[in-house]
């Protein structure tokens, strides 16, 4: 065959490709990751509204049929807004909102401090999988819920009971549960991952030391828990009366390949306090720990982590020089290059603990 009677055969498949690219529903395998490039940052001013809310909280951000949806995890009014973000090699918009929904308990509205958003993604099916910390110092579960774009209540996932408050010593932390959530890069299945440590599992990171694996739990497209791997969290990047790091974001890529995100917290510091971290993460090789109750005496080999991107080189780039508190990450749309763009955003915690911002930075991935 002629190379111009395959021209047009070409070109079809090129535009059905990247059409599908675009949609940001279905990650399918791609080459290795070998670096991310700083292109843009984007500020969304902390007096921002929309239809009577305040915009703020922000803590997951997912890329689907062309729209941004960003997860809000004010716990009065449980929510997710849509909007129109630009992304190009030349920057980033500021998102133009274009929608906000509540979601909806079993029966009504959620009651205030029932949940507590963390992390959404679109499915193939174009439902919301969204996850709630709930209120472990409460009493109140974490869960894994599946919702309709309107918010409306579909169905629950069927968490593993490691992973629910039981007994004192045993079970999630207080805001260390389900921060993470990814669909799987091939099929409608999803995986999640704790901020912290289950107690039964290990200590919390700290300046000095960390003993500290999360699990990665695997969910299958009937939404059972399957497979965990045990992932280790650094210690705190930088002393302070308060200390914290931990798994804010997942996103599968590939075949057992992920980005992790790392946040690591620490009071006293000008700059806000903030160290974030991107790795590589491969599970092939490691154990799968689902039916260890206990990770504090168990032998297993854990998931392989590489650093991708210390964001602390970034500073200087940055508003004010501050990386703030980064807990939601996405792919984008492709670039001009035919470069994947990748887009992290921050939770502000509606500046409830001092000056702070919501965050939006555009990467290329190469």
Sequence with gaps: M?????????????????SSLSKGVKNTAKAEITA??????AILPATTTYEGTKVGGLSSIDYANGQWFMICDDRAQPRFYT???????????QPVFTAVTYFKDKDSVFTPGIADPEALRVTNDNHIIWSSEGNVAKGIQPFVRMASQDGAYVKDMTVAPKFLISQKDKGPRNNGV??????DYSDNSYWITTELPLKQDGNEPTYKEAQSPVRMAHIEADGTFAAEYVYLLDKVARPGKLEVNGVTEILSYD?????????????????????VKIYKVNTAGATNVRDIA????????PVTKTLLLDMETLRPQLTDGMIDNVEGMT?????????RSLIVISDNNFNSFGKQLNQLILFAVE
């Design 255 to 275: 075949k057992d390949s992920f980005l992790v995100l790392e946040r690591s917290y620490a009071s006293g510091h000008s700059d806000g306090g903030n160290d």
């Design 2 to 18: 002629q190379l111009r009677s395959l021209l047009p055969l070409l070109c079809l498949l090129l535009i059905t490709s990247c």
């Design 83 to 93: 909007a129109r973000i630009t992304t190009s090699a030349a920057g980033i918009s």
């Design 331 to 339: 792919f984008g749309p492709l670039l001009e290059s035919g470069k």
């Design 36 to 41: 991310l490039t700083f292109i843009d940052e």
């Design 178 to 183: 389900f921060e993470a959530l990814t669909r």
């Design 294 to 301: 206990s990770l504090q005496e168990a032998s297993y080999t």
